[in-house]
């Protein structure tokens, strides 16, 4: 198996593109190619232990860069990294795509060099949404600004095929996003889309409000691009304000702390007399626990589990979300990539092909009814 990795594609391109490339090659015994500029990529690879790995490069003059409007760079730079490696894989010279760099940049490649699987409407940008349970697949968060109620029914399906195949989750449920949950909630194309939904070969459960996807309702979460987009900037923004609160809170019951008899006890320990102490009896045990449980102490510990909160949330654990839709497997991570979530990203890629997603898809759509399936004019 074959997987491009985009060697200049996101914010810490080449180094984590190009490490995580060789981490992926060396766990997961495939081919990896770095696609980019040759000299760059070489001066990296030079970096690194790549004995015995199957590391490819192929030469792109172009970059399109963070700032570059997506259709304008991909007409304007046929040698640029994404326009090659999608060539590459229209070309049946790889099987899989996986780029951090723009998002955009790497839907308009797709579409122009890839095309759309016979059928499929429009495609969609998905990404996984972290929830109580774990996560889920959100879509589209982009593509589609506005949208008809065809296109998300396909969404719905193109959604299942992925959370199955890839994701482990079996009998996806897949939830519409509206402003309540009963059917006659919603805009006209929310409430058509319902009643497409619910004829589709899919676990559909129905309307989700914004409070049911991080609860971990349902598996697959449908919407436009538009509202999409909304829902994980908004989500980025409360992460990162409840961070921000937790921490001036905990620092300020750090600094109370100090000043109090407790404090100055705990900081004593701390310089060295802790570990003595401890293993002195049960009582002094029984003492420090005391103290710690009823002062600011406690922080260390809900500090700990923050740390693992953030890990469950980590995008590099998910390494990238796929473009559903388009005739063959691209997945796009997180423009702040490091070599653990592109590493990851391959991952995906390499399991999206294994499973067969693509086919999956055509298959699915094809299975649609006709009145589904047929053109509507968009």
Not at 26 to 45: F, M, N, S, W
């Amino acid at each position: 198996m074959k997987i491009i990795v985009d060697a200049m594609g996101g914010d810490h391109a080449p180094q984590a593109p190009v490490e995580g490339a060789v981490m992926a090659a060396r766990r997961y015994g495939i081919t990896i190619v770095l696609v980019g500029k040759p000299d760059v990529i070489e001066a990296e690879l030079k970096k690194h232990d790549t004995s015995g790995l199957s590391i490819e490069i192929e030469p792109a003059s172009q970059v399109i860069e963070m700032e570059d409007e997506p259709a304008r760079a991909v007409k304007a730079k046929p040698d640029s990294s994404m326009v090659v490696g999608m060539k590459m894989l229209k070309e049946g010279r790889a099987d899989g795509f996986f780029s951090a760099g723009n998002t955009g940049g790497m839907l308009a490649a797709a579409i122009f060099h890839l095309g759309r699987i016979k059928g499929v409407k429009r495609p969609a940008l998905s990404t996984i949404f972290p929830t109580v349970k774990g996560h889920c697949l959100l879509l589209d968060v982009g593509a589609n600004a506005e949208v008809k109620p065809e296109y998300l029914a396909q969404f719905g399906l193109m959604g299942a095929v992925y959370a199955e195949r890839v994701l482990g989750r079996r009998n996806p449920t897949v939830g519409l996003v509206s402003n309540g949950e009963e059917e006659k909630k919603g805009t006209p194309i929310v409430q058509e889309a319902h009643q497409l939904l619910k004829t589709m070969p899919i676990n559909f459960y129905g309307n989700v409000e914004g409070k049911d996807i991080p609860a971990g309702l349902v598996d697959v979460v449908v919407t436009d691009g538009f509202t999409g987009n909304v829902i994980i900037k908004f989500a980025e923004g409360l992460g990162a304000m409840t961070k921000q609160l937790l921490r001036e809170e905990l620092s300020r019951d750090a600094k109370a702390l100090v000043k109090t008899p407790q404090g100055a006890v705990l900081s004593l320990a701390a310089a060295g007399g802790l570990a003595w102490l401890a293993t002195q009896s049960g009582v002094a045990l029984g003492f420090i626990g005391g103290l710690l449980a009823n002062t600011g102490l406690i922080g260390w510990g809900f500090k700990r589990a923050l740390d693992r909160i953030s890990q469950r949330t980590d995008y590099a654990e998910y390494g990238g979300a796929p473009l559903l839709g388009v005739d063959g497997v691209v997945i796009i991570g997180h423009g702040r990539s490091n070599p653990y979530a592109v590493m990851n990203g391959v991952r995906v890629a390499k399991t999206a092909v294994e499973q067969g997603v693509v086919q999956a898809i055509r298959d699915g759509i094809a299975g649609m009814p006709k009145a589904q399936s047929v053109s509507t004019g968009g």
